[in-house]
């Protein structure tokens, strides 16, 4: 019985350093800052135009201008967006406006670039409008996500979300 008692009282001994290391190491990993990016899956990937390839469905909604007046409407849509990984795309759009009621089949093209912290601009020029829209996009979901708001021309407020089909 004394010889049993030794051994639980050894193991135990041993056992708590053990612990006290163990649960350390744990509190440090979880303290050290890591580097973040807009797609941060764990896998540490950075992104580049390679990032976005193939076909985007988009929902798009907001205000934006409408007619040479310079009143704005609400306007939404969809579209589909090709990206060819090279920094450049092309999409057709059905947007509907609340003033100027609904353009279907729009063709539109662009270009993009995008950072290794999976952030960037597209510049996309669309059939019957004068202007191009530089937009913002931040990449997640390891790219199968998209999500887009128009900077330029400043009276539109329009976001998009793009869902890799």
Same mark, same amino acid.
């Given at each position: 019985?004394?010889?049993?008692?030794?051994?639980?009282?050894?193991?135990?001994?041993?056992?708590?350093?053990?612990?006290?290391?163990?649960?350390?190491?744990?509190?440090?990993?979880?303290?050290?800052?890591?580097?973040?990016?807009?797609?941060?899956?764990?896998? @540490?990937?950075?992104?580049?135009?390679?990032?976005? +390839?193939?076909?985007? &469905?988009?929902?798009?909604?907001?205000? $934006?201008? #409408? /007619?040479?007046?310079?009143?704005?409407?609400?306007?939404?849509?969809?579209?589909?967006?090709?990206?060819?990984?090279?920094?450049?795309?092309?999409?057709?759009?059905?947007?509907? @406006?609340?003033?100027?009621?609904?353009?279907?089949? +729009?063709?539109?093209? &662009?270009?993009?670039?995008?950072?290794? $912290?999976? #952030? /960037?601009?597209?510049?996309?020029?669309?059939?019957?409008?004068?202007?191009?829209?530089?937009?913002?996009?931040?990449?997640?979901?390891?790219?199968?996500?998209?999500?887009?708001?128009?900077?330029?021309?400043?009276?539109?407020?329009?976001?998009?979300?793009?869902?890799?089909?």
């Amino acid at each position: 019985m004394a010889t049993q008692r030794t051994l639980v009282n050894l193991s135990v001994r041993r056992a708590i350093p053990f612990g006290i290391v163990a649960s350390l190491i744990a509190a440090l990993a979880l303290a050290v800052p890591r580097a973040l990016t807009a797609n941060d899956d764990g896998r @540490g990937r950075a992104c580049s135009d390679r990032t976005l +390839r193939g076909d985007y &469905g988009i929902l798009i909604s907001g205000t $934006a201008p #409408s /007619g040479p007046s310079g009143q704005t409407e609400t306007i939404s849509g969809t579209a589909l967006r090709t990206y060819d990984g090279h920094g450049n795309c092309t999409q057709i759009d059905n947007v509907h @406006g609340q003033l100027s009621g609904a353009i279907a089949g +729009r063709p539109g093209s &662009g270009t993009y670039q995008l950072n290794a $912290a999976c #952030s /960037g601009t597209t510049t996309l020029f669309l059939a019957g409008v004068p202007f191009p829209a530089a937009t913002s996009i931040v990449i997640v979901d390891d790219g199968r996500e998209i999500k887009e708001v128009v900077m330029s021309p400043p009276p539109a407020l329009v976001t998009a979300v793009q869902t890799r089909k």
